[in-house]
């Protein structure tokens, strides 16, 4: 079936430092791929999506490809802040229209 | 514009009762999701349907039930509550014309 694995955290980083999020997937067909953003108590947001190979999704300083052949969707940004501090999902969306999730990396960045 | 609301918010359940969570959305989309969240964990996908009228089962069915009968509204229905369903549960909604979907704030349901 569908899947999505993402990198263990949680991550704990410096203002400004380099974020990478690794995701990895597993689907038939040609999924849409997406990272969503949680703050606390707080429900999904859509961060970026890419819907073909090679697409690259960016938002608010994230970026993401969309990479067939290693099957993967991994999240960077170059400068995190403070702000940036909250659990992040992968997920996938396939062609029979269900969406899977990863388990969510959480983030934390100090000052 | 409301988006997807979910009602109620929190709920404390005892073993052996039965509950409705609520999901409404006013955007006219044909897709719906239910999803539970455990604490520390990711979203598994309990229950999702392409449109009114239509079903179907995603990773984690059992001890759940839905229906959707109409475009904006699809509840989900737990007839014998467990201290495993204890969770939170998201709905969300996507567009028939895009892939994104768009989540509702979220039920805190405890089963004591």
């Known amino acids: 079936g569908n899947s999505v694995t993402q990198m263990e955290g949680p991550v704990t980083l410096s203002e400004e430092a380099f974020l990478t999020i690794n995701c990895t997937y597993t689907?038939?067909?040609?999924?849409?791929l997406f990272w969503y953003v949680q703050y606390p108590g707080e429900g999904l947001q859509l961060l970026l999506k890419?819907?073909?190979?090679?697409d690259k999704g960016s938002n608010k300083g994230f970026e993401a490809t969309y990479r067939k052949e290693t099957t993967s969707f991994h999240l960077e940004k170059g400068s995190v802040q403070v702000s940036d501090s909250a659990v992040y999902f992968c997920?996938?969306?396939?062609?029979?229209?269900?969406?899977?999730f990863g388990a969510g990396t959480r983030l934390t960045v100090k000052p | 514009n409301a988006g997807v609301t979910q009602t109620p918010k929190f709920r404390i359940l005892k073993i052996g009762q039965s509950m409705t969570l609520q999901c409404t959305q006013d955007?006219?989309?044909?897709?719906m999701y239910w999803y539970r969240q455990d604490p520390g964990m990711g979203l598994k996908l309990i229950y999702y349907?392409?449109?009114?009228?239509?079903?179907d089962k995603g990773e984690v069915p059992n001890g759940y039930n839905v229906s959707r009968s109409t475009t904006e509204d699809f509840p989900l229905r737990l007839e014998l509550a467990a201290p495993s369903q204890t969770s939170v549960y998201f709905c969300?909604?996507?567009?028939?014309?895009?892939?994104?979907?768009?989540f509702g704030q979220g039920t805190r349901l405890t089963v004591v």
């Open positions: 969300a909604s996507s567009p028939l014309t895009g892939p994104e979907a768009f």
């Open positions: 689907a038939t067909g040609y999924p849409s």
């Open positions: 890419a819907t073909k190979a090679d």
């Open positions: 997920a996938l969306r396939s062609n029979n229209n269900d969406m899977r």
């Open positions: 955007m006219n989309h044909n897709y």
């Open positions: 349907s392409v449109g009114a009228g239509i079903t």
